[in-house]
């Protein structure tokens, strides 16, 4: 097989950087995928077709938005661009995708920063054409970027549920900015109940060290290990439950959670293994995927599947129309 320069950078930098969540030791070969991005192409049409699905079978009642809102939001999901970038930064080592989507702006004039970024960042080679779209109509171009570093070795399974954990992000960017401009709400506390009602109450009054340390040392049965990666990733995700708790609530937690809630939705099995007494974290992972794994260390044990199924829920009644 010929292995073009590309590719071949690509495994240099595979090796060089070599860690849990990219490549395993069995894993380390030259089985180069050399339709990538069409790979990368397919998942995300799968991803994005199970999140329309879900939201045309939304109950709208449960989770009070209006039927206008889920058409026009499945009309801007549809115009998701994709972008597989082969960039290699050390900015963004260990970053497996990263999701865009400005909303509506405000009353002055601004546009309020939803997910990590409020703006591409310089460095992941995104072309002028879609550049230029998301300048001038930011709402109907959300952008989804997938690192081929990641992809070249990722399953199918890890990269439906990577690519469903952004289009999540779009949705949920998406409803919120599409309710801002129709007068539902949801403000500053978008998600913020339906995630609490969700989730363990037990570690509200901690830091998030104190958080990770309990999940890690004090869970009985134990959750996770104590590794170096196991403990980076509880950190990461006891940041985002402390935001869940800030007053105002922080975004960037709450919106981290409420995806990985929506992979439970998916993943119904999972609430049953863990009534039953299921709590390792590896065990969740490769049954169902990371998402699940991720939000199971926070998960309540009386939450019911009818409680998540309220997540991305607006404050207000749907008041006048809007347009997409």
């Known amino acids: 097989m010929k292995i073009i320069k590309r590719q071949l950078k690509i495994l240099i930098e595979n090796f060089l950087t070599e860690g849990d969540d990219w ?22 049409d799968l991803a994005k077709n199970k999140v329309i699905s879900e939201l045309k079978s939304s109950n709208t009642i449960n989770q009070n938005i209006s039927q206008e809102i889920i058409v026009n939001a499945i009309e801007i999901i549809n115009k998701t661009h994709l972008h597989t970038t082969d960039v290699i930064n050390i900015k963004f080592k260990g970053t497996k995708a990263l999701a865009f989507h400005a909303s509506y702006g405000d009353e002055s004039g601004k546009n309020r920063e939803v997910l990590h970024y409020n703006k591409i960042p310089e460095g992941v080679d995104v072309p002028e054409s879609i550049l230029s779209s998301m300048t ?9 970027i997938v ?9 199918k399974t890890a990269l439906s549920a990577l690519l469903l954990h952004e289009i999540g992000h779009i949705k949920n960017s ?4 599409l309710s801002d401009k129709s007068g539902t709400g949801p403000e ?16 509200v009054k901690g830091n998030k060290q104190q958080i990770a340390e309990y999940i890690i040392f004090h869970d009985k049965p134990a959750r996770i290990g104590d590794s170096k990666a196991e403990k980076a990733l509880v950190l990461r995700l006891a940041m985002y439950y402390q935001g ?4 105002p609530a922080d975004d960037l937690g709450v919106e981290e959670l409420a995806v990985r809630l929506s992979a439970l939705k998916r993943n119904i099995g999972a ?7 299921k709590r390792d974290y590896q065990y969740f992972s490769k049954k169902y995927n990371t998402d699940v794994a991720d939000i199971m260390l926070f998960v309540d044990e009386g939450t019911t599947l009818e409680a998540i199924n309220k997540i991305v829920k607006l404050n207000k009644q749907f008041s006048k129309s809007v347009t997409v």
Do not use: H, M, T, W
């Open 147 to 155: 690192f081929s570093l990641y992809a070249q070795k990722a399953s």
């Open 23 to 44: 490549l395993a030791d069995d894993e380390d070969d030259l089985n180069l995928e050399p339709n990538l991005k069409d790979k990368v192409k397919k998942a995300f």
């Open 136 to 144: 001038n109509d930011p709402l109907n171009n959300p952008l989804i």
């Open 174 to 177: 998406v409803i919120k900015a």
């Open 188 to 203: 500053s506390n978008f998600n913020v109940d339906q995630v609490k009602a969700a989730l363990r109450k037990d570690l």
């Open 244 to 247: 869940l708790y800030e007053d």
């Open 271 to 277: 609430l049953e293994d863990f009534k039953s007494g």
